[in-house]
């Protein structure tokens, strides 16, 4: 280990284990009880809503709610649902799984209020929408230079830095299986991603609004199957999850506080609640109301947590996997394997081809919407694009340990950035909720928001004028 990789690690763990894990779980619990536990009261709604725009859709020039959701799923739904699963369940024990569910449960207060927010403050895009923490902070707050840190820090975190993640783990996935040369997934992941993101949003939306649910699909299936076939056992998994996150014999060993670490970290990494990530994507949906996409987005956090990344939980405590020292990707493909035979690491390492290339694009979008925050240039953003065609190249040969340490590290600071603002512009998004929630109650089926419902911000509300 190098000098600096040992201070990437010393930094990332000073970070996570003093500042972020207080932050998140303090801000979650605070907008759970402020909103009356939305992310529970409204799950029903929430479904109703993402059915509603997977039927009707939208117009050939803007972005709908469903697509918006898979955008935003395409981020979520990727190297952390089985590499970061995985790393959590070798590092933490058993027991981080359950800090992963309770990270999900209450974490989603915070998407709901990030991506209300996004949808708030949105404004008139070439093609779609554009919003996101770097516009609700400079329009609710005034505070440009925060804006412009944000804007900084997500570019970087989910363009640059995420992206040799996912492709990182595509490449180590596919020497496992296939002994294929990572230099030359490099040169393949490259030639797909720059082909897409050049086609701009409309592209990336119809692509992960395809092969998002797909995969997703296919894999709770399976994961499913697994399930059932050990179903004697699942009273002995749920045990073991729960005695490791809280077991007298973990707390002497300190076991308790590497597994809620460890649990919070992959946690947030898979499903974002809190960073201010999925609220670039949310603010590209066309609605009647701002707090449609704000359901529809707490119920991302619930998809990608409770379902998806329990599947590769359960997957890996049946097999007892845990106890042969692998860790990453290489763990969920050996746990797969010995479930259902070679098939499964093959399996596995498709379906994360899938999931962490459609993370790609999703990451990359997240990138565009806040270099468009600084300038309109178009050389600029195809600048960017070639960046993130290289990081992507550079990510397939990387060191794993270095990647996930330094994506630690962006992430926190980008999600310290975004609690604070929630936090301030927090109290707009409850009024949203409590406008949304009288229509209802009016019996009106399809509430709509109008800028005059805020009176204090209505200047600052282009695109829900009256």
Not at 102 to 110: E, F, K, P, Q, T
Not at 296 to 321: E, K, M, N, P, W
Not at 354 to 368: M, R, V
């Amino acid at each position: 280990m190098t000098i600096f990789e040992s201070f990437v690690i010393n930094v990332n763990d000073f970070i996570w284990t003093y500042i972020m894990i207080a932050l998140l779980l303090g801000v979650a619990l605070w907008f759970t009880i402020r909103t009356r536990f939305v992310q529970f009261r409204k799950i029903g709604e929430m479904v109703r809503l993402l059915g509603e725009g997977a039927v009707k859709g939208a117009g050939k020039k803007q972005v709908s709610s469903f697509q918006a959701f898979c955008i935003s799923l395409a981020s979520r739904v990727g190297t952390g649902n089985m590499a970061g699963v995985a790393s959590a369940i070798a590092i933490g024990g058993p027991g981080a799984v359950f800090w992963m569910w309770v990270i999900a449960l209450v974490g989603a207060s915070s998407a709901f209020i990030e991506s209300t927010l996004a949808q708030l403050f949105k404004i008139r895009g070439k093609d779609s929408f554009i919003g996101g923490p770097a516009y609700y902070i400079r329009k609710g707050l005034g505070l440009r230079w925060m804006a412009v840190l944000f804007a900084i820090c997500i570019t970087i975190t989910f363009g640059l830095i995420f992206n040799s993640v996912q492709s990182n783990t595509i490449a180590i996935a596919f020497e496992e299986s296939f002994r294929f040369d990572p230099f030359w997934m490099g040169v393949i992941l490259t030639a797909l991603t720059l082909l897409i993101i050049f086609g701009g949003i409309h592209r990336i939306a119809i692509v992960s609004g395809v092969v998002v649910p797909l995969m997703a699909v296919a894999y709770i299936l399976l994961a499913l199957g697994i399930v059932v076939a050990n179903v004697s056992r699942l009273p002995e998994v749920l045990e073991l999850i729960v005695e490791n996150a809280f077991g007298f014999r973990q707390a002497i060993g300190g076991g308790v506080g590497v597994a809620l670490m460890q649990g919070i970290r992959r946690g947030l990494f898979s499903n974002e609640a809190g960073l201010g990530s999925a609220p670039n994507a949310a603010a590209t949906a066309t609605v009647s109301h701002p707090v449609k996409q704000g359901f529809i987005q707490a119920l991302g956090v619930f998809t990608d947590t409770l379902i998806i990344c329990s599947c590769t939980a359960f997957i890996i405590l049946f097999s007892h996997t845990p106890e042969s020292g692998l860790s990453g990707i290489h763990l969920t493909q050996a746990a797969l394997t010995s479930e259902i035979g070679p098939l499964g690491g093959i399996f596995v390492t498709i379906a994360i081809l899938f999931f962490a290339f459609t993370s790609i694009l999703g990451n990359y979008y997240y990138g565009e919407a806040n270099i468009l925050f600084f300038t309109q240039k178009r050389w600029v953003v195809t600048a960017y694009r070639i960046f993130v065609g290289i990081m992507v190249f550079g990510g397939s040969l990387m060191s794993m340990q270095l990647v996930w340490n330094l994506a630690d590290i962006s992430m926190a600071i980008m999600g310290i950035v975004n609690l604070i603002a929630i936090v301030l512009l927090g109290k707009y998004a409850i009024r949203a909720l409590s406008d949304y929630t009288a229509q209802r109650r009016a019996g009106i089926k399809n509430p709509v928001f109008k800028a005059s419902t805020l009176p204090e911000i209505e200047h600052e509300l282009d695109c829900w004028k009256d």
